[in-house]
């Protein structure tokens, strides 16, 4: 089955505890991004890779880090997690990184930082 | 990626057809309009795209006016699992990069 899938789902951690959301995608999808959504604010991109070992930043990039070693796994890195970036998060791939491609999203990592 | 207008939210009932219109008085040559479905706690959901005309498949239709300043999503006889908040985005299909920017959306409450 085609699809994007994320780890872990919901989190709970401390401040300045570095963690990793993996997501990974079985559809050889060359564009892969980062999202957060928040209450009231839509859903802001944080960072885009349009293939291996190209990423850039999006709209809201600070605090985050990515990494595209492989065409299939897209991890998200916050070296040291604040509160406000408690938020929900959503993976997605496409077959290229232009607005007529379909954009396929993952269930999304609910992430709490106390 | 050009600017888009939708309601806020909308409300309706079960068996109603819906209509959800996106203003987007910036929109160039080049730019696709796409929407997309997104219930609590998922990812958005493809639902449909367009260039000019009408598009229909098997979930929605979307029609655009000849001068595509604006475009309707229409889903026929909603039902309670329609209850969700779309989004239109429009943008360069040839473009690569950031070009997935949601507004806020509209959310659609379907009601019994």
């Known amino acids: 089955e085609a699809q994007v899938t994320q780890n872990p789902r919901y989190l709970i951690t401390v401040t300045g505890k570095k963690l990793t959301v993996t997501c990974s995608q079985n559809?050889?999808?060359?564009?892969m991004s980062w999202y957060r959504q928040d209450p009231g604010l839509g859903l802001r991109q944080i960072y885009y890779s349009m293939n291996v070992e190209v990423t850039d930043k999006g709209d809201v990039p600070e605090g985050y880090k990515v990494s595209r070693k492989e065409k299939r796994n897209f991890p998200l890195i916050l070296e040291s997690p604040s509160p406000n970036q408690t938020s929900l998060y959503f993976c997605?791939?496409?077959?290229?990184?232009?607005?007529?491609?379909?954009?396929?999203f993952g269930p999304g990592t609910r992430l709490t930082v106390l | 990626l050009a600017k888009t207008t939708q309601p806020i939210s909308m409300d309706s009932y079960e068996g109603q057809e819906v209509n959800i219109t996106c203003s987007h008085n910036n929109i160039a040559t080049n730019d696709y309009i796409t929407w997309y479905q997104q219930f609590p706690s998922q990812g958005p959901r493809f639902i449909i795209q367009?260039?000019?005309t009408k598009v229909t498949n098997e979930v929605a239709s979307l029609f655009i006016p000849a001068d595509r300043k604006s475009s309707t999503l229409s889903l026929p006889r909603v039902s309670l699992s329609d209850t969700a908040v779309y989004y239109c985005l429009v943008g360069e299909g040839n473009n690569a990069g950031n070009m997935l920017t949601f507004g806020g959306g509209t959310r659609l409450m379907v009601k019994p």
């Open positions: 559809m050889n999808h060359e564009y």
């Open positions: 997605a791939s496409s077959f290229g990184g232009s607005l007529a491609d379909t954009q396929y």
């Open positions: 367009g260039y000019k």
